[in-house]
């Protein structure tokens, strides 16, 4: 890793950033694919620019080297991602590099797939000069959780999403609705979830806050996010928020097993598909929840709480990433805390800052992951 950064210059540094802005902006349009930035620069001029726009699409690198046409020879391919080698929806976009010219490439991380990683080898086998990875492992993790995770992992990727006060609570008094954070805080909510396969939250929630959980921001040509909620005993008011847009944004309802069949029947009349799983002494069984998820197909779920299924999932480690919204108002000694009477055993050694904090109106966000090994 040292080696690498010796061997690129602040230009290069520069390049490779303006890259990883580009890649941002296929969030919620791209996954379970990785955000991917190119940037083609010759004779210190940038010629061809692009990003992983949509799944299914051409990935950032062939975008890039359109747009450049025939600059691209003898030019420098800035990629935030390792080039891929292999044949997917799209042909390897190591070879398209080789093919068009490129004399040398920088790449921030290494491809941790068993089939799309090792392009930089493939890139060397055809006279290219390869300065990478250039991040490490946590910093490419950072910019593409779910994908890094889905490398070495067969359970869903799994973040947690918490509005706090200053006094750290998450309501002014229990079962009462309370809106913490503000409408810039709210949008960018929106616009995480679009990020994940699914939104995920317990019985507490659902009763308190009567939520749709849907994305407002919504990706274009990309299905909608799914809505998972954790009821054990299934008691959902048919005429929930929830079940209206059920028809795109399907609603997975998780019970217990043995669950009347009378309350089954009722949810599924609503648009629920139910999921029984077995429980724990805390409630379900989350580690059942979440391999029936990946059952499901779900790459990455999104838990937006409540406070006794957010400290769950922290207390049995089974959470990558904590977007914490801290909000400037206090709630007082009424007010119900985000971590609860267990949380001096929370093993907050694990958890590193992702990025700097970033301001949402008045309120600033913390994004924490969880490191590996």
Not at 197 to 224: E, Q
Not at 301 to 330: D, H, M, S, W
């Amino acid at each position: 890793m040292m080696s690498e950064l010796r061997r690129v210059s602040s230009n290069d540094v520069a390049h490779l950033e303006h890259a990883r802005a580009l890649a941002r902006r296929g969030w919620g349009r791209v996954h379970p694919n990785p955000l991917v930035g190119c940037v083609i620069v010759k004779d210190d001029h940038v010629v061809g620019e692009g990003y992983h726009e949509l799944f299914g699409g051409p990935h950032a690198e062939i975008i890039a080297l359109e747009e450049a046409k025939d600059r691209a020879e003898g030019a420098t391919a800035y990629v935030t991602l390792e080039p891929c080698r292999h044949h997917g929806k799209t042909p390897p976009c190591a070879r398209a590099l080789v093919e068009a010219g490129i004399s040398r490439v920088v790449f921030g991380a290494r491809d941790p797939g068993a089939k799309s990683g090792g392009g930089a080898g493939l890139l060397r086998d055809g006279d290219v000069d390869v300065h990478g990875p250039t991040w490490s492992d946590q910093v490419g993790r950072a910019e593409n959780p779910a994908f890094f995770h889905a490398a070495t992992h067969d359970t869903p990727y799994v973040a947690l999403k918490l509005a706090v006060s200053l006094d750290s609570s998450i309501a002014a008094r229990p079962g009462e609705r309370t809106q913490i954070t503000g409408p810039e805080a709210g949008c960018e909510v929106h616009r995480l979830r679009t990020g994940f396969d699914a939104v995920m939250i317990g019985a507490g929630t659902l009763r308190i806050d009567n939520p749709r959980l849907t994305a407002r921001t919504k990706a274009v040509d990309h299905s909608g996010v799914r809505r998972i909620l954790l009821v054990p005993d299934g008691s959902i008011s048919s005429d929930a928020a929830i079940f209206e847009e059920a028809d795109e944004s399907p609603v997975h309802v998780f019970v217990r097993r043995g669950t009347s069949e009378v309350a089954l029947e009722r949810l599924e009349k609503a648009g629920a598909e139910i999921n029984p799983v077995k429980t724990s002494p805390a409630g379900l069984d989350l580690d059942d929840v979440l391999r029936v998820c990946s059952d499901l197909g779900l790459h990455s779920i999104l838990c937006e709480g409540g406070a006794k299924l957010a400290n769950a999932l922290l207390q049995e480690r089974l959470v990558n990433r904590l977007y914490l919204f801290v909000a400037p108002t206090t709630l007082g000694s009424d007010g119900v805390p985000a971590f609860m009477e267990n949380a001096r055993d929370l093993i907050w050694s694990d958890f590193e800052p992702a990025f700097p904090p970033e301001l949402h109106g008045r309120d600033t966000l913390i994004v924490l992951d969880r490191q590996e090994g």
